[in-house]
């Protein structure tokens, strides 16, 4: 009876140990998805020649050209939360107005969505190689936008380096059944998966990031596209937290501006939640891998 006694208590800390360093393997992957993600949006602002402000400036004449603004910055920044908190600095300093600042977050909500459909190719292997690359690059390259390539190249890698970690990290919980429940209570109310985007977004401050780990998951066979769905509604209301702190003490435009970005995303999701069961049969049609399910939704 003391023996098994025993051997119960080195069987529960052996448990405690390995989910101490599974989660602390995963964080240390994200820490390392979020500076691979900010690495590649410098590395290609230095090869831009940091025109990313002056491209808002100039190319916002017309709605469809501030949608393309958001786009194309935000694909490059991979970030729509610093784009939009770019969008009320502008129209606090009154280079911006509301309605040209509405287009580019429209614009950025699309460009944030590139980093996902990236992780979906599963380019993990060639994480490495990419940063060996870089690493080349960065110690011959003399110009600055062969330094900016540099930059993205060793970013690009860390980013599936990061994700890499993460996903191998994170998959015993296919088989551990408190986050197996969590996730069925996710798929059958939907508003608990978005509360948990909300909240985990705004941890994380990157509705990419996040996004990112649910792909990864879902190549792993953690979770489906019924439960990630509503995570990433909650994601792209989360993201909006960092524009609405940035907007604390603008002017009534540019806290209007970050206002919108939180109810263009928030009226987004009360649209979609009536019909989310049809919108994710649509989607899953979309692909048969569930990782690009995940991007595509």
Same mark, same amino acid.
């Given at each position: 009876?003391?023996?098994?006694?025993?051997?119960?208590?080195?069987d529960?800390?052996?448990?405690?140990?390995?989910?101490?360093?599974?989660?602390?393997?995963?964080?240390g992957?994200?820490?390392?998805?979020?500076?691979?993600?900010?690495?590649?949006?410098?590395?290609?602002?230095?090869?831009?020649?940091?025109?990313?402000?002056?491209?808002?400036?100039?190319?916002?004449?017309?709605?469809?050209?501030?949608?393309?603004?958001?786009?194309?910055?935000?694909a490059?920044?991979?970030?729509?939360?610093?784009?939009?908190?770019?969008?009320?600095?502008?129209?606090?300093?009154?280079?911006?107005?509301?309605?040209?600042?509405?287009g580019?977050?429209?614009?950025?909500? @699309? #460009? /944030?969505?590139? +980093? =996902?459909?990236?992780? *979906?190719?599963?380019?993990?292997?060639?994480?490495?190689p990419?940063?060996? !690359?870089?690493?080349?690059?960065?110690?011959?390259?003399?110009?600055?936008?062969?330094?900016?390539?540099?930059?993205?190249?060793?970013?690009?890698?860390?980013?599936?380096?990061?994700?890499?970690?993460?996903?191998?990290?994170?998959?015993?919980?296919?088989?551990?059944?408190?986050?197996?429940?969590?996730?069925?209570?996710?798929?059958?109310?939907?508003?608990?998966?978005?509360?948990?985007?909300?909240?985990?977004?705004?941890?994380?401050?990157?509705?990419?990031?996040l996004?990112?780990?649910?792909?990864?998951?879902?190549?792993?066979?953690?979770?489906?596209?019924?439960?990630?769905?509503?995570?990433?509604?909650?994601?792209?209301?989360?993201?909006?937290?960092?524009?609405?702190?940035?907007? @604390? #003490? /603008?002017?009534? +435009? =540019?806290?209007?501006? *970050?206002?919108?970005?939180?109810?263009?995303?928030?009226?987004?999701?009360? !649209?979609?939640?009536?019909?989310?069961?049809?919108?994710?049969?649509?989607?899953?049609?979309?692909?048969?891998?569930?990782?690009?399910?995940?991007?595509?939704?």
């Amino acid at each position: 009876m003391v023996v098994s006694l025993e051997l119960s208590a080195v069987d529960v800390s052996e448990v405690g140990l390995l989910n101490v360093e599974m989660i602390l393997t995963a964080f240390g992957g994200v820490g390392l998805f979020l500076y691979g993600m900010g690495k590649m949006g410098e590395g290609l602002q230095k090869a831009a020649g940091d025109k990313m402000r002056r491209i808002l400036e100039v190319l916002t004449v017309n709605p469809l050209a501030s949608v393309t603004a958001g786009v194309v910055v935000t694909a490059v920044i991979q970030s729509s939360a610093a784009t939009t908190v770019m969008c009320v600095s502008f129209v606090n300093a009154g280079l911006m107005k509301l309605e040209q600042a509405i287009g580019v977050i429209m614009g950025a909500n @699309i #460009g /944030t969505t590139i +980093t =996902a459909q990236l992780v *979906a190719f599963n380019l993990e292997r060639i994480a490495l190689p990419a940063i060996a !690359i870089g690493m080349v690059f960065m110690l011959l390259g003399r110009k600055r936008s062969v330094k900016g390539f540099a930059d993205f190249l060793v970013g690009f890698g860390m980013l599936f380096l990061g994700i890499t970690i993460v996903g191998n990290a994170l998959e015993p919980l296919k088989h551990y059944e408190p986050f197996l429940n969590l996730m069925l209570l996710g798929e059958k109310h939907p508003l608990i998966g978005i509360l948990v985007g909300i909240v985990a977004t705004v941890i994380l401050q990157s509705s990419s990031a996040l996004t990112g780990l649910l792909v990864t998951m879902a190549s792993r066979g953690i979770v489906t596209l019924s439960a990630a769905v509503p995570i990433l509604l909650g994601s792209n209301i989360g993201t909006t937290s960092t524009a609405l702190i940035s907007s @604390i #003490g /603008t002017s009534l +435009t =540019a806290r209007r501006t *970050a206002m919108a970005h939180f109810l263009f995303n928030v009226v987004g999701t009360l !649209i979609l939640l009536p019909i989310l069961h049809p919108f994710e049969s649509v989607i899953a049609m979309s692909s048969v891998e569930a990782s690009r399910q995940i991007a595509n939704a």
